[in-house]
């Protein structure tokens, strides 16, 4: 597979995409420690020079990873609580546990590495993944 030069902001989107699924595949077989430039180049049409076009570094990408993660989930028990007429405790721990248990990977991103994730990724992704993150939260309250 030749690479090509992205040049519209849809390809540019694409190409972000496939380096997430890659690097999503490369953390659930092997860890933090498996998704590196060389892997994901390795598996996609990019070199490693034209990565960092897309991230600035490894971290980035496992960010961008749990922030699309945690919008599914909040996006998934938004949708839910909107359909409940009536909703107790134990029906919010249901529709939560249901929910997190569809998404394995963040969980895990979360209580084995994301400490590690968040000392090395640049001051944007942090802030981009905060913000969503912080507004689930506050949907759960």
């Known amino acids: 597979m030749k690479f090509q030069r992205a ?12 380096i997430l699924n890659v690097g999503r595949c490369l953390y659930e077989k092997g860890g933090l420690d498996a998704v590196t430039f060389t892997a994901i180049s390795e598996m996609t049409s990019f070199t490693r020079p034209a990565i960092y076009s897309y991230y600035k570094n490894r971290d980035d990408i496992l960010l961008d990873i749990l922030r699309i993660e945690v ?7 938004l949708d839910k609580l909107k359909s409940c ?13 249901d929910e997190l248990s569809k998404h394995c990977l963040m969980l895990k991103m979360l209580s084995v590495n994301y400490s590690c994730i968040e000392y090395g990724c640049t ?14 939260i506050k949907n759960i309250e």
């Open 123 to 136: 001051m944007e992704s942090l802030i981009n993944f905060k913000r969503p993150f912080m507004e689930s």
């Open 85 to 97: 007429d009536t909703l107790d405790t134990e029906d919010l721990a249901l529709i939560m546990y």
């Open 71 to 77: 919008s599914e989930v909040n996006t998934a028990i």
């Open 7 to 18: 040049r519209t902001a849809s390809q540019v989107a694409d190409r972000q995409q496939e």
